[in-house]
């Protein structure tokens, strides 16, 4: 996919990741194991050939820019093109903050400008799934259409899950009939991944004349506002996708990383998750050990019983300590006979010798970076 | 641009023979241990720890696996404009062209890498051992001695000492001589084949040394020997911690083992000494709901659906239901059977054991062809061989590499015996 380049949108505010986006834009929330969430999305680009990817950050950037650097591990440090992180910033014209999805491109529309593919793949950092997108851009060039949406059906998704998504109609011929985002009553399962492809000219005037409205959003300013005016289709993909929006899809998609299926997806089949390395030795585990249906990271060491769990690296788990069904960032402790159930313990948390904590199964209890339990 | 103090070479042509198939088709330095590492990241990463990012890397036997590994030296943090890692090979000259005769020659015949950047010192290390030394340490006692030539030494039992090159040095340091594998050692202070010497003084040794066509060319057999005749000032400098010459199975299997113990000697979780290598792009690694891994190691990409005992688990091994591991080291890649049973083996990179295998079962007979390799009781199975479903290979057993269901004249391998390539059983 010579011919194509990729704008990654790190997305807006949301609060319903509790703690652990209050530190961090959602697109750098941790993921099964060693990933950030934006990996999927890059690596999805990068297993497509996409070797120009535009990043835009928004909010508590911080630890999105220290994962991407210079796009190392992505083969995106390249001379020519490569990897570009566009955070806010101030200038005559600019307020130095976006104010939407549409707005933040706009912002930094010159990248769009001297580039020169004629195609741009617009895809979301807070998503996990691994596509190829050259299917996908056949069909648009097929279609002759202006966007082309991908979407897939829902089935696994609840109905409060759905009214975070754009939901969809579409027509026999492909098109897309109606698109509403984050509607109060779901009324299909038919979902938007938020993935977009378009022509990089078409997008530049789409958004010069959209800021010049006053309007700032992609989806509702652009894509949905021209349903009527543009050749707009779907495409469907019938592949595992999640979105981070909430505590609940961030604990049940890292507990779905458990299942064989979903790994061979992910991890194993057509092209690798790339992520930033750290050189952690492996994971040690002890004579106590009794570890059963999880992942585990680099720099474990293990002592300890665990079950059901995502581990990160460098986790240590003391003898007598029982941890299930919980997901554990990196650098955290659970020290002797501490007991763990439905939880998050983000990075460095330490939980002391006999303490316990339990969630529920639905509500899995947070506990924030560094908090000593 | 800032000059160096100086240069690092790093001497990684040795073919490691005692280490049998596991050094077939790569270098020893290449040979993976740890569960993620080749030896050679030892080396390498004691060198960026202290300091040192200007590293020739000398080369002969086998050297593809190596080449690659290093690279443009990424993994080390030695890709760099001023310095970094450079792979040194024989090759031809003008007049003649010829192979690495002896560690020395191997640097005289790179004098002009060196004299490029024409460091004050240079320090010569071997890419076969386990350790970490900060080398800017025994720099400065290089430096505080005024020393043409500083050697470390690792005090070995009295009863080892005679297989080593024995520094006999007075209470200060100072070495008065020096002795190639003594039979009656009159110290315990052992060379770890780790050297700093003023690079002009060195450069003059390696000419007189090449122009001895009796010589060796050997840095323990001939260039320390003559530079302690011409009363060169020489020094010893104790190292005391984890150091291991991984060079026979035995050695190999037992380092490796050394690391899974409660709180290991050798500590590879340390923040502040991290070894460095090229990192697998892999998830991180999933065990299953009957499986289990008590006292091992365990790296990224793997997959443990059996049970997992006393073992050294390297990236992207597969482990089916009912396996069973004990005592063994299991590189990349390879994948193992459902219901195998595997006790003391080391089992090749992208090996294949299959179903209901057993590994090292029978009493222990050393190897016929090669007593002298294997004899310890450890089967080794080669590099992607296959080993085919519901076989039994005994103890000290050798698979060569690649081998295929064909090659297995027999599903029953008996203890001592080896499987070549093409059929052979023996």
């Given at each position: 996919?010579?011919?194509?380049?990729?704008?990654?949108?790190?997305?807006?505010?949301?609060?319903?990741?509790?703690?652990?986006?209050?530190?961090?834009?959602?697109?750098?929330?941790?993921?099964?194991?060693?990933?950030?969430?934006?990996?999927?999305?890059?690596?999805?680009?990068?297993?497509?050939?996409?070797?120009?990817?535009?990043?835009?950050?928004?909010?508590?950037?911080?630890?999105?820019?220290?994962?991407?650097?210079?796009?190392?591990?992505?083969?995106?440090?390249?001379?020519?093109?490569?990897?570009?992180?566009?955070?806010?910033?101030?200038?005559?014209?600019?307020?130095?903050?976006?104010?939407?999805?549409?707005?933040?491109?706009?912002?930094?529309?010159?990248?769009?400008?001297?580039?020169?593919?004629?195609?741009?793949?617009?895809?979301?950092?807070?998503?996990?799934?691994?596509?190829?997108?050259?299917?996908?851009?056949?069909?648009?060039?097929?279609?002759?259409?202006?966007?082309?949406?991908?979407?897939?059906?829902?089935?696994?998704?609840?109905?409060?899950?759905?009214?975070?998504?754009?939901?969809?109609?579409?027509?026999?011929?492909?098109?897309?009939?109606?698109?509403?985002?984050?509607?109060?009553?779901?009324?299909?399962?038919?979902?938007?991944?938020?993935?977009?492809?378009?022509?990089?000219?078409?997008?530049?005037?789409?958004?010069?004349?959209?800021?010049?409205?006053?309007?700032?959003?992609?989806?509702?300013?652009?894509?949905?506002?021209?349903?009527?005016?543009?050749?707009?289709?779907?495409?469907?993909?019938?592949?595992?996708?999640?979105?981070?929006?909430?505590?609940?899809?961030?604990?049940?998609?890292?507990?779905?990383?458990?299942?064989?299926?979903?790994?061979?997806?992910?991890?194993?089949?057509?092209?690798?998750?790339?992520?930033?390395?750290?050189?952690?030795?492996p994971?040690?585990y002890?004579?106590?050990?009794?570890?059963?249906?999880?992942?585990?990271?680099?720099?474990?060491?293990?002592?300890?019983?665990?079950?059901?769990?995502?581990?990160?690296?460098?986790?240590?788990?003391?003898?007598?300590?029982?941890?299930?069904?919980?997901?554990?960032?990196?650098?955290?402790?659970?020290?002797?006979?501490?007991?763990?159930?439905?939880?998050?313990?983000?990075?460095?948390?330490?939980?002391?010798?006999?303490?316990?904590?339990?969630?529920?199964?639905?509500?899995?209890?947070?506990?924030?970076?560094?908090?000593?339990? | 641009?800032?000059?160096?103090?100086?240069?690092?070479?790093?001497?990684?042509?040795?073919?490691?023979?005692?280490?049998?198939v596991l050094?077939?088709?790569?270098?020893?330095?290449?040979v993976l241990y740890g569960g993620?590492?080749?030896?050679?990241?030892?080396?390498?990463?004691?060198?960026?720890?202290?300091?040192?990012?200007?590293?020739?890397?000398?080369?002969?036997?086998?050297?593809?696996?190596?080449?690659?590994?290093?690279?443009?030296?990424?993994?080390?943090?030695?890709?760099?404009?001023?310095?970094?890692?450079?792979?040194?090979?024989?090759?031809?000259?003008?007049?003649?062209?010829?192979?690495?005769?002896?560690?020395?020659?191997?640097?005289?015949?790179?004098?002009?890498?060196?004299?490029?950047?024409?460091?004050?010192?240079?320090?010569?290390?071997?890419?076969?051992?386990?350790?970490?030394?900060?080398?800017?340490?025994?720099?400065?006692?290089?430096?505080?001695?005024?020393?043409?030539?500083?050697?470390?030494?690792?005090?070995?039992?009295?009863?080892?000492?005679?297989?080593?090159?024995?520094?006999?040095?007075?209470?200060?340091?100072?070495?008065?001589?020096?002795?190639?594998?003594?039979?009656?050692?009159?110290?315990?202070?052992?060379?770890?084949?780790?050297?700093?010497?003023?690079?002009?003084?060195?450069?003059?040794?390696?000419?007189?040394?090449?122009?001895?066509?009796?010589?060796?060319?050997?840095?323990?057999?001939?260039?320390?020997?003559?530079?302690?005749?011409?009363?060169?000032?020489?020094?010893?400098?104790?190292?005391?911690?984890?150091?291991?010459?991984?060079?026979?199975i035995q050695?190999f299997w037992e380092s490796n083992m050394d690391l899974i113990?409660?709180?290991?000697?050798?500590?590879?979780?340390?923040?502040?000494?991290?070894?460095?290598?090229?990192?697998?792009?892999?998830?991180?690694?999933?065990?299953?709901?009957?499986g289990s891994i008590k006292k091992s190691i365990v790296a990224?990409?793997c997959?443990i659906?059996g049970k997992l005992k006393n073992s050294v688990i390297f990236p992207?091994v597969i482990v089916e239901?009912?396996a069973v591991i004990e005592d063994s080291i299991i590189m990349s890649g390879a994948s193992i059977g459902?219901g195998a049973v595997i006790n003391q083996c080391i089992v090749g990179e992208?090996a294949y054991v299959?179903?209901?295998v057993k590994l090292g079962v029978g009493?222990?007979?050393?190897?016929?062809?090669?007593?002298?390799?294997y004899?310890s009781g450890i089967t080794v199975i080669g590099e992607?061989a296959?080993i085919?479903?519901?076989?039994?290979v005994g103890k000290n057993v050798m698979i060569?590499?690649?081998?295929?269901?064909?090659?297995?004249?027999?599903?029953?391998?008996?203890?001592?015996?080896?499987?070549?390539?093409?059929?052979?059983?023996?």
């Open positions: 996919m010579k011919n194509v380049m990729g704008i990654i949108l790190t997305g807006g505010k949301n609060n319903r990741l509790k703690e652990l986006s209050s530190i961090r834009s959602i697109s750098a929330v941790p993921v099964a194991g060693k990933y950030r969430a934006i990996d999927f999305a890059l690596s999805s680009m990068v297993n497509s050939g996409i070797t120009n990817v535009g990043v835009l950050t928004q909010y508590s950037f911080r630890s999105l820019m220290d994962h991407l650097g210079s796009g190392k591990e992505w083969d995106l440090d390249r001379k020519n093109d490569g990897l570009f992180v566009f955070p806010p910033y101030l200038s005559e014209n600019d307020t130095g903050w976006y104010r939407g999805s549409s707005d933040a491109m706009f912002n930094n529309i010159t990248f769009l400008k001297r580039s020169n593919e004629k195609y741009v793949v617009i895809a979301q950092g807070n998503c996990i799934y691994k596509v190829s997108f050259d299917s996908m851009l056949e069909k648009h060039i097929e279609n002759k259409a202006d966007i082309t949406i991908a979407y897939r059906e829902m089935n696994n998704f609840g109905e409060e899950e759905l009214s975070l998504l754009g939901l969809i109609k579409i027509g026999d011929d492909g098109k897309i009939l109606d698109l509403q985002e984050k509607p109060p009553h779901p009324w299909t399962k038919t979902g938007s991944m938020g993935i977009y492809i378009i022509e990089r000219e078409l997008l530049i005037s789409l958004l010069e004349e959209s800021v010049a409205h006053g309007n700032y959003d992609f989806v509702k300013d652009i894509v949905i506002r021209n349903l009527g005016t543009l050749n707009i289709y779907g495409y469907e993909y019938d592949v595992y996708w999640r979105s981070l929006s909430t505590v609940q899809m961030y604990y049940r998609c890292n507990m779905e990383m458990l299942d064989p299926e979903v790994r061979r997806e992910l991890f194993i089949e057509n092209g690798k998750v790339y992520t930033k390395v750290k050189d952690e030795s994971a040690k002890n004579d106590e050990a009794e570890v059963k249906n999880s992942i585990i990271g680099d720099g474990c060491i293990i002592e300890g019983t665990v079950e059901n769990c995502v581990l990160f690296r460098g986790v240590t788990i003391r003898k007598g300590a029982v941890v299930k069904d919980s997901i554990i960032m990196q650098g955290a402790c659970i020290e002797e006979n501490a007991i763990l159930r439905y939880a998050i313990l983000d990075k460095n948390v330490v939980m002391t010798q006999g303490k316990s904590l339990k969630g529920e199964a639905d509500w899995p209890i947070i506990v924030e970076k560094n908090v000593r339990v | 641009m800032v000059k160096k103090e100086i240069v690092a070479l790093l001497l990684a042509g040795g073919q490691g023979s005692r280490l049998g050094t077939k088709t790569i270098a020893k330095p290449a993620k590492y080749r030896i050679i990241d030892f080396s390498l990463s004691n060198c960026i720890n202290s300091g040192i990012d200007t590293v020739g890397v000398l080369t002969q036997y086998q050297p593809l696996k190596l080449n690659s590994h290093i690279g443009i030296g990424k993994p080390w943090d030695m890709d760099r404009i001023n310095g970094g890692v450079t792979i040194l090979s024989p090759y031809l000259k003008e007049e003649v062209g010829e192979w690495y005769k002896g560690t020395a020659n191997a640097v005289f015949q790179n004098i002009h890498y060196v004299d490029k950047i024409s460091p004050e010192y240079v320090i010569i290390l071997s890419g076969d051992h386990i350790y970490k030394m900060d080398y800017s340490q025994m720099l400065d006692f290089h430096k505080r001695n005024n020393a043409e030539a500083t050697i470390s030494v690792i005090d070995v039992p009295i009863e080892e000492a005679g297989r080593y090159g024995i520094m006999n040095a007075s209470d200060d340091g100072r070495i008065y001589e020096f002795e190639e594998k003594p039979a009656q050692p009159k110290s315990t202070l052992a060379s770890m084949g780790v050297y700093i010497f003023n690079w002009n003084t060195l450069k003059q040794y390696l000419i007189r040394d090449n122009e001895n066509t009796l010589s060796q060319y050997d840095f323990g057999k001939n260039i320390i020997p003559m530079m302690l005749e011409d009363g060169r000032s020489m020094w010893a400098y104790k190292f005391s911690g984890y150091w291991r010459d991984v060079g026979t050695a113990s409660r709180i290991p000697d050798f500590n590879l979780f340390d923040p502040n000494w991290r070894i460095y290598t090229p990192n697998p792009v892999a998830p991180a690694h999933y065990i299953g709901p009957d990224e990409g997959m659906y992207g239901k009912n459902e992208r299959g179903r209901h009493e222990i007979v050393p190897n016929e062809h090669k007593p002298n390799i004899n992607a296959h085919p479903d519901e076989a039994h060569d590499i690649e081998v295929t269901q064909e090659d297995f004249c027999d599903f029953k391998i008996s203890s001592g015996k080896n499987v070549y390539k093409g059929g052979v059983c023996e």
